[in-house]
């Protein structure tokens, strides 16, 4: 579980860690403390974890913030951390999952729904969105990736504001759209919209 | 015109020259080189061109080759070249040109309908499409901005063994999609899907 430690991570923890037994992975406070932003670190990072059935994604640092503001250095937020970041736990995390197993990252509805300050965050998720159906056709030994995409989630109500007319995603509705990613038979989807 | 001297870039510039003032873009053999993996370069480019009504992006390096060759490394070429190069184009470029002028990218089917070897250009496309709409809702001063998607292009056959089961967009097909995006008044579009 990477990025447990963030609002969608902690509910996913709660709800999960009953039944299965999971590796809590954020940048700091966490079983493993990880720099996704860093290939070497994501490395590091899965050879103390050794072998694992699912590899679970909530993390996505983007730049948020007026469009003026927008440029290659901004831009990088979300290019080194929503989207290289997920793309290289696939791609180096491919050497260490187990044969059937899954990988879930995280897009959202600014890929197809974008709003205002957002630019940033639909770009990453349209990387993300693309890439998964890429790779589901190159993944061997039964290997299945998805991205789940939510709306603005509902423990995060600092950000309604910003997603006029988005009926936010809620908790529960967002488990399951994880559940089905993880317990499904699916892969190349985009669970969401 | 930003990739001039490509393949789909050499038949635009003939079919659009006649009617319109072109300036030609290409890494080299143009009349304005340019490194679009440079934002400096980028600056510059537009610092010589001043003032413009379009801009029209063929320019997509990325990387093609076996998945298992993937890694943060190779990855690189098509986030800097097809989606951080034509991003730049965008982010510089808006404080160059005209009032209700507009800006085509370049993308590809590969967003939607991945192949074996392609997932790079599959990311830097979603990336592109995606930017495009986010782009849509900020551009001021009626400047639009539009993505053309051809399949696998009909004067390029060296690819078509990598594209099972594709339709080939003709040249005319092509030319026409950029038609619709410069001459139309359509913004936040992905034509050819």
Known sequence: MVGATGTMGQHLVKALEK????????????????????AESIENMFRQIGSFDALV???????VGPWKNLNDETFRKGVEGKMMGQINLVLIGQRYINPNGSFTLIT???T?????????ASAANG?????VR????????????????????E???QYFPYFPGEIPTTMRELEY???KSVFGAGTGQIIGH
Chains 1, 2 share one sequence.
């Open 108 to 110: 959202g509805a600014l």
């Open 155 to 157: 423990n995060s109500p």
């Open 57 to 63: 994604s909530t993390a996505g640092p983007t730049y």
């Open 177 to 179: 759209m994880f559940r």
């Open 134 to 153: 890429g790779a589901a056709i190159e993944l061997e030994n039964g290997i299945r990736i998805n991205a789940v995409s939510p709306t603005v989630i």
């Open 127 to 131: 990387a993300i969105e693309a890439f």
């Open 112 to 120: 197809h729904e974008p709003q205002r300050n957002f630019a940033n």
């Open 19 to 38: 039944e299965h037994e999971l590796i809590k992975v954020a940048s700091s406070g966490s079983d493993i403390d990880t720099d996704i932003t860093a």
